[in-house]
């Protein structure tokens, strides 16, 4: 007959093997894991802001492949990998053309651009507003100049988007060009530089720049590298937005 204490004893064993089969069916979080309800209130809104970033960043394509060298007679050297175009100094104008398809309306375009020489626009980009076209011109006249050329008839030195800012060699930039019906809103780092309606405007581009058509960019008499340049068209939604504030740092 068993005693008292050996009946003890085999409870406490057949209850530790039981715990010990639930544990183990448990699963176990990998390194860094947490609880959803562990989780900190701010990591929550980090997160809310990563998929705003990637939401903000769908539907973007690449512009590789289908660059050409724009005929300015003078331009200087220009190299195009698949890592961004190089353009040298050219007297006066050096500049490349997109010859891809592309959108007239109701669309963004982004590139990153810096000047590593000399002093002039490190870079203007020529680009389609409907049926019409601009160019956003960035530290022209000798450096300090950033607008549209042209807008009834006057280029990006005397115009309502005329804007005085000093650019710095060796700098990227990030820059961002979005046409839509209402307007056109041009970004530098996230600051918006040229906000200008579209009804009852004449857009167009200095007769120099008729070689970027329909889509082109160029520098003027300084060197200036190009990169991860892309372009996405905006749906109905995107497009009819409410009109963007003056600066959204």
């Given at each position: 007959m068993k005693s008292s204490r050996d009946r003890q004893l085999k409870f406490a064993t057949v209850l530790f093997v039981a715990l010990s089969v639930v544990y183990a069916s448990a699963p176990?979080?990998?390194?860094?894991?947490?609880?959803a309800d562990d989780t900190p209130a701010a990591e929550g809104k980090d997160a809310t802001?990563?998929?705003?970033?990637?939401?903000d960043d769908a539907g973007w394509t690449p512009?590789?492949?289908?660059?050409?060298?724009?005929?300015?007679?003078?331009?200087?050297?220009?190299?195009?990998?698949?890592?961004?175009?190089?353009?040298g100094f050219g007297d006066p104008l050096t500049g490349v053309r997109w010859t891809g398809e592309y959108p007239k309306d109701n669309y963004e375009i982004r590139l990153d651009?810096?000047?590593?020489?000399?002093?002039?626009?490190?870079?203007?980009?020529?680009?389609?507003?409907?049926?019409?076209?601009?160019?956003?011109?960035?530290?022209?006249?000798?450096?300090?100049?950033?607008?549209?050329?042209?807008?009834?008839?006057?280029?990006a030195s005397s115009n309502d988007t005329t804007l005085y800012r000093m650019y710095e060699n060796d700098q990227w930039y990030k820059i961002h060009i979005r046409v839509v019906p209402k307007e056109i809103v041009c970004k530098v780092d996230g600051e918006i530089v040229v906000q200008v309606e579209r009804e009852g405007v004449e857009f167009d581009i200095r007769d120099e720049m008729d070689p970027a058509?329909?889509?082109?960019?160029?520098?003027y008499q300084c060197v200036s590298e190009i990169r991860n340049?892309?372009?996405?068209?905006?749906?109905?939604?995107?497009a009819d937005a409410a009109p963007q504030p003056k600066s959204d740092k």
């Open positions: 176990v979080p990998f390194a860094g894991q947490v609880a802001k990563d998929v705003d970033k990637t939401a512009l590789k492949g289908k660059w050409d060298f724009s005929r300015y007679g003078g331009e200087g050297p220009v190299e195009i990998t698949d890592e961004g175009i190089e353009m651009a810096r000047r590593t020489d000399a002093h002039d626009f490190f870079v203007a980009v020529t680009f389609p507003v409907g049926e019409q076209h601009c160019s956003l011109v960035l530290g022209g006249w000798g450096g300090g100049v950033t607008g549209i050329s042209n807008i009834d008839g006057n280029d058509l329909p889509l082109g960019l160029a520098n340049i892309a372009i996405r068209t905006l749906d109905k939604s995107q």
